[in-house]
């Protein structure tokens, strides 16, 4: 699916309820340098969807924008048919992991039973109930074993789980992830993408932040193609194509080479 303005009719985003997530005009700058610029865009529902782009690109920003994070320029931005603020409960977020400030004085199990304080309430005790739910979700990321370890004592990918964990036990239907794959190693990589599979299973949405091109084909149903603007958009076996890699990542001609030759193999 072609996104070039020129050729794209600009329309209302979509309040439809079965739409996870649809972003219509969204334009943000940092001290007036924009960075995302007129993007608009509908994610279909039950899909692992990857937003890819080189250093700069502006995909953090996009997911930051959409959720409040970060301030807009303009654009307007509907999840559910609605403003994030009515149906924060039916979305999850999961930062990049070097946001986090890992040396606060919590365990992995005190970090997943946050995902929980809409149930629970804010400034009430995390009861036993609350807690098992915390524990199911932390098995089903393998770290049902680091329960009570503290999070600073963590290795990059264990942290990586345990966020993800929070986001499980929130039981979502929209997952916006900010890297998740970013320095874990192998294991914790096919762990997260295997549970990422139940979540489509399931129906969820999931949306990811991803660098490495050469798994996009591997890991996800869609694709998004960032440089400041939306590229391309669309399945990934029609879009991950070579002239939207070049689009996107201009003169980087090697990496756009070899996916480009993965993604022929792949169709053979």
Known sequence: MSTDPSQRSVSPPATEPGVPLSIHDLTVAYQR?????DVDYQAAPGRLIAIVGPNGAGKSTLIKAALNLVPRISGEVLFFGKP?????????????????DWDFPVSALDVV??????????FRPVTRKYRQQALVA??????????????????????QRVF????????AEL???????????AATEQAI?????????AGQTVIVVHHDLQTVSEYFDDVMMMNMRLIAAGPVETTLTAENLR??????????????QKMAEQRR
């Open 175 to 185: 997952y916006l992830m900010d890297e998740p794959f970013a320095g874990v190693d």
């Open 113 to 122: 039973a946050m995902g929980l304080y809409r149930q629970i309430g804010w």
């Open 193 to 201: 993408i295997g549970v990422l599979r139940e979540l489509r299973t």
């Open 33 to 37: 340098r924009p960075v995302v610029w």
């Open 164 to 171: 993800l964990a929070r986001a499980l036990a929130q039981g």
């Open 247 to 260: 689009r996107t990542y201009g003169g980087k001609l090697s990496l756009v080479d070899q996916v480009s």
């Open 84 to 100: 994030y603020r009515r149906v924060r409960h039916r979305v999850a977020y999961v930062p990049q992991r070097t946001t986090v």
């Open 138 to 159: 932390l098995e089903r990321v393998g770290m049902h074993e680091f329960a009570r370890r503290q999070i600073s004592q963590l290795s990059g990918g264990q942290q």
